[in-house]
């Protein structure tokens, strides 16, 4: 920084590096030029990191809150819903939605299955010379 720039007066309101953060960010700044831009206003301790991370960490607040209203709309749909049948056909797709799925093993068929089960006994074997017969 040289001399002649001047740092912002302590005793004037600055925003938060935060707020400076976002308005910079929704600009269409990356996140070098943000941290540069935020030194040069006299945010010492802004680096390229500090910015990213804290984007990351306002986008995902921004998120979750999203998520959770529209839950939160969708519920009150159900539940003010006439028919039984509506709602529970709704309820279920909201659940099989917000139910964790478990991941199923990938199963490997046809002629190069040996030679995968060879690979996972034995990662130091060498491969036949020939594929089996199907």
């Not at 935020?38 to 990191?49: V, W």
């Amino acid at each position: 920084m040289s001399q002649t720039e001047k740092l912002p007066d302590p005793k004037q309101e600055t925003p938060s590096r935060t707020t400076r953060i976002v308005q910079l960010r929704v600009r269409g700044m990356t996140d070098e030029a943000t941290a540069a831009q935020l030194r040069s206003e006299g945010y010492l301790k802004c680096g390229q990191k500090t910015v990213s991370r804290t984007w990351v960490k306002i986008r995902k607040e921004h998120n979750e809150g999203f998520v959770e209203e529209l839950q939160r709309q969708q519920l009150a749909d159900i539940t003010m819903a006439d028919s039984r049948e509506v709602k529970l056909k709704y309820r279920d797709k909201l659940l099989e939605r917000l139910m964790p799925r478990q991941t199923q093993p990938l199963a490997i068929t046809g002629p190069v299955a040996p030679l995968f089960e060879i690979g996972l006994k034995d990662v130091d074997a060498k491969p036949p010379d020939e594929l089996p017969a199907p």
